[in-house]
Structures are given as structure tokens and as C-alpha cells.
């Protein structure tokens, strides 16, 4: 079980959208980077606010394609060490029926599928909730987390993690199942 540690960070806060990272679940293999989105109608149509909800979920979204710019409605996060290594959401594989048999190349940031909740009597908003496994576990420096969303309004915003903070809670995660030994 990860050890839950509160962040509170806002990674980006513009007039119809809201990304925030309430809290990180530290294991000793890697981390859990919590994300809520949550979006309101405000200035949109109710057209382009369903639409706009919609584009969270990445497999809503068509024509990623290696040569071509990123789709406006991707909403695409990403990780920079210190050391300059850097891992992003863009170009999962979504296909997760086959299982890797050797770790691969890190870092990588692996985005989990997002729920979807309405505030009761709140039919203007929403709250997304996204996964974002960061493996392995990051560097003990202070490292960079990054989301873009050309749709929501959010341009590139860039906060800072503490890997040191990470890593100490790491020591006070708990195997699901003791070693039967």
C-alpha cells in the first residue's frame, strides 16, 4: 500500500478548467501522482463544454500521429528529472491486454484511465480523476511535472516535486502481502 502524502499543488487554473494534484501515493517501486480535473461551463456553450469534458478521456481523442502536431484536445502531462531524463503521456500504448516480461527503459509516465464524477445539484462541472504512474521511482531531487491542454485553455505549466519527500514516504509503504517466506 502506498504511503499517501498531501500535495495540494495546482499544476494550472484558467477560467473553465482546473488541474490540481491533491495528493502522491509513494511505493517502493514508484509513484502514484493523483490528478483532478475539473471543468465548468462557465463561458462555453453546452456544446463545447461536453465536448471539452470528452477530451479527457484519451481514447476520445483521434489523429495522434508521430509526424503531426499533438490534437488541441490532447491533454498531455510529463515528467523531467534533473539529469534531463523525461517521460510524457503522449503515445501510450492504451493496449495493456499484453504483459511486459522485462521492466522497460525508464522513466515512464503512464497515464491510468480517468473517472468521471458530477458535484450533486453542479450539472455546469465536473471532476476527472486521472492516475499518472511515474516508474521507477524518482531520482531523491526535486524534479518537474508538467500538463498542456491547448482545449481547456492550459498552456505548458511546469511544477516542481520533491523526489527526496517521495522517497522518504516510499520506506512507509506496505506489501499487500507479507512475503510467506
Same mark, same amino acid.
Given at each position: 500500500?502506498?504511503?499517501?502524502?498531501?500535495?495540494g499543488?495546482?499544476?494550472?487554473?484558467?477560467?473553465?478548467?482546473?488541474?490540481?494534484?491533491?495528493?502522491?501515493?509513494?511505493?517502493?517501486?514508484?509513484?502514484?501522482?493523483?490528478?483532478?480535473?475539473v471543468?465548468?461551463?462557465?463561458?462555453?456553450?453546452?456544446?463545447?463544454?461536453?465536448?471539452?469534458?470528452?477530451?479527457?478521456?484519451?481514447?476520445m481523442?483521434?489523429?495522434?500521429?508521430?509526424?503531426q502536431?499533438? +490534437?488541441?484536445?490532447?491533454?498531455?502531462?510529463?515528467?523531467?528529472?534533473? !539529469? %534531463? $531524463?523525461k517521460?510524457? *503521456?503522449?503515445? #501510450?500504448?492504451?493496449?495493456?491486454?499484453?504483459?511486459?516480461q522485462?521492466?522497460?527503459?525508464?522513466?515512464?509516465?503512464?497515464?491510468?484511465?480517468?473517472g468521471?464524477?458530477?458535484?450533486a445539484?453542479d450539472?455546469?462541472?465536473?471532476?476527472?480523476?486521472w492516475?499518472?504512474w511515474?516508474?521507477?521511482?524518482?531520482?531523491?531531487?526535486?524534479?518537474?511535472?508538467a500538463?498542456e491542454? +491547448?482545449?481547456?485553455?492550459?498552456?505548458?505549466?511546469?511544477?516542481?516535486? !520533491? %523526489? $527526496?519527500?517521495?522517497? *522518504?514516504?516510499? #520506506?512507509?509503504?506496505?506489501?499487500?502481502?507479507?512475503?510467506?517466506?
Amino acid at each position: 500500500m502506498g504511503a499517501v502524502m498531501i500535495s495540494g499543488l495546482v499544476l494550472a487554473r484558467v477560467p473553465n478548467v482546473a488541474i490540481t494534484v491533491p495528493t502522491l501515493q509513494a511505493f517502493s517501486t514508484g509513484c502514484l501522482i493523483n490528478v483532478d480535473i475539473v471543468t465548468r461551463r462557465h463561458t462555453l456553450s453546452p456544446e463545447d463544454f461536453q465536448a471539452l469534458q470528452l477530451s479527457v478521456f484519451p481514447h476520445m481523442v483521434t489523429g495522434v500521429k508521430a509526424d503531426q502536431p499533438l +490534437p488541441d484536445q490532447l491533454l498531455r502531462f510529463g515528467v523531467r528529472f534533473a !539529469d %534531463g $531524463a523525461k517521460a510524457t *503521456t503522449v503515445g #501510450q500504448n492504451l493496449d495493456r491486454t499484453q504483459l511486459r516480461q522485462d521492466p522497460p527503459p525508464g522513466p515512464q509516465l503512464t497515464s491510468l484511465l480517468p473517472g468521471m464524477s458530477m458535484r450533486a445539484g453542479d450539472e455546469d462541472a465536473g471532476v476527472m480523476t486521472w492516475g499518472l504512474w511515474l516508474w521507477p521511482s524518482p531520482p531523491r531531487e526535486r524534479f518537474e511535472l508538467a500538463v498542456e491542454w +491547448p482545449v481547456g485553455g492550459v498552456g505548458l505549466s511546469i511544477v516542481e516535486l !520533491d %523526489g $527526496a519527500a517521495i522517497a *522518504t514516504a516510499a #520506506q512507509q509503504a506496505a506489501p499487500y502481502w507479507p512475503d510467506s517466506g
